[in-house]
């Protein structure tokens, strides 16, 4: 159990272009999802918080404008990352916070961004 | 803010325990200390959990120390599929937002 899927798995995209990445808990409900960005060999950096029927709350820095986030459901968050350039290239990650497992966050396989 | 920190890398012989510390000192009382692995361009992947108690599951065990501020997860029998990146975390100060740190960089050697 507690399995996070992302998709997809890698995307090349040209600058100037937005991309969509799907954050999908597949055997639980996540009212909470995170969502982290890690640069080559590099930790992982929180970007945002998503909450589900709410506005996601973005960590300083990173531009709410930029990083569209949405959750809808709960076992659905999405990030998309709007008139991509260059310097957004990066591996994206998300989790889901799991209710009742001592709130334990699972993350999905992660998305590589590159961007032309 | 629960920081951690974990020595940069370590070295294991296959088939030998390996221990990982950690240091948890800011944690607070009520919060869980978390531990995942990260596998080149892969997700973290959750090892284990724990709050005062040691715990045990498939993967690994947990060893807390009774003031809450440092642990130690270990790897009973390494394989060469435990080298990975390891880290333990804890939420930032009262919010359920995860820190990581840089890890602990397992090499498990044949």
């Known amino acids: 159990g507690a399995v996070v899927s992302q998709h997809p798995s890698r995307v090349i995209c040209k600058s100037g272009t937005s991309v969509k990445i799907e954050c999908r808990s597949l055997?639980?409900?996540?009212?909470?999802m995170f969502w982290y960005r890690q640069f080559p060999k590099q930790s992982l950096m929180l970007m945002a918080t998503?909450?589900?029927?709410?506005?996601?709350?973005?960590e300083q820095g990173v531009e709410k404008d930029k990083f569209l986030i949405n959750h809808a459901s709960l076992t659905l968050s999405t990030l998309t990352v709007t008139s991509a350039h260059p310097e957004d290239s990066s591996f994206y990650i998300c989790?889901?916070?799991?209710?009742?497992?001592?709130?334990?966050?699972?993350f999905g396989p992660g998305t590589r961004l590159t961007v032309l | 803010d629960a920081k951690t920190t974990q020595p940069t890398s370590m070295d294991c012989a296959e088939g030998r325990a390996a221990n990982l510390p950690c240091n948890h000192s800011?944690?607070?009382?009520?919060?869980?200390v978390y531990w995942y692995r990260q596998i080149h361009s892969q997700g973290p992947q959750y090892i284990i959990h724990?709050?005062?108690n040691n715990e045990t599951n498939e993967m690994a065990s947990l060893i807390i120390t009774e003031d809450r501020k440092s642990s130690t997860l270990i790897l009973p029998h390494a394989t060469l599929r435990d080298t990975a990146v390891y880290y333990c975390?804890?939420?930032?100060?009262?919010?359920?937002?995860?820190?990581f740190g840089k890890g602990t960089k397992l090499t498990v050697n044949p």
């Open positions: 989790s889901a916070r799991a209710e009742g497992r001592a709130d334990t966050q699972y």
């Open positions: 055997d639980f409900q996540a009212t909470t």
């Open positions: 998503s909450n589900e029927g709410s506005k996601a709350t973005y």
């Open positions: 800011t944690i607070s009382g009520n919060e869980y």
């Open positions: 724990g709050l005062k």
């Open positions: 975390t804890s939420p930032q100060g009262g919010s359920e937002k995860l820190v």
